[in-house]
């Protein structure tokens, strides 16, 4: 599936809840099912940098798509970084460096953050750029 469905669909999935309460815990127990980082990468190398809580994220290579996992400390976040994996992984670099992020905004998510959990929204979304970047140069 392209990055560009698994948006809408995460857009009309969050369009389903009246209030954000309800939205917060979709959140949370979309934190639950995020495929988790292994311990070895639960270290300050993949450590998100601009967010409040502790955001650990990893990539690798599967068959010219990058694989993410994560973790965090925060459930929130946790919820959060798990959104972003499922629109980017799986996906080819070149995809998830042309792809926006409109769907934030369309979920309203980053205008009910916290200014520290909103910057560290625009970092985990950074990082997830910068390894496709990476990735891709290898891959060229």
């Given amino acids: 599936m392209t990055i560009d469905k698994i948006q809408e669909e995460i857009i009309d999935e969050f369009s389903m809840f009246d209030d954000w309460m309800q939205r917060y815990e979709y959140m949370i127990d979309l934190g639950k099912s995020l495929p988790l980082i292994e311990e070895e990468f639960k270290t300050n190398d993949y450590i998100i940098k601009?967010?409040?809580?502790?955001?650990?994220?990893?990539?690798?290579?599967?068959?010219?798509?990058l694989v993410f996992t994560?973790?965090?400390?925060?459930?929130?976040?946790?919820?959060?970084?798990?959104?972003?994996?499922?629109?980017?992984?799986?996906?080819?670099?070149?995809?998830?460096?042309?792809?926006?992020?409109?769907?934030?905004?369309?979920?309203?998510?980053?205008?009910?953050l916290s200014p520290t959990r909103a910057n560290g929204l625009v970092s985990m979304i950074k990082q997830i750029k910068l390894y496709a970047v990476a990735y891709q140069t290898q891959l060229k």
Avoid: M, Y
């Avoid at 601009?50 to 798509?65: F, N, Y």
């Avoid at 965090?72 to 792809?99: E, V, W």
């Fill in 50 to 65: 601009g967010c409040q809580s502790k955001v650990w994220v990893h990539a690798k290579l599967q068959e010219d798509k």
């Fill in 70 to 112: 994560a973790d965090s400390d925060a459930i929130i976040t946790k919820g959060i970084i798990a959104i972003l994996i499922r629109a980017f992984s799986n996906q080819k670099p070149q995809d998830i460096i042309d792809a926006n992020t409109n769907f934030i905004d369309e979920i309203g998510l980053k205008e009910h």
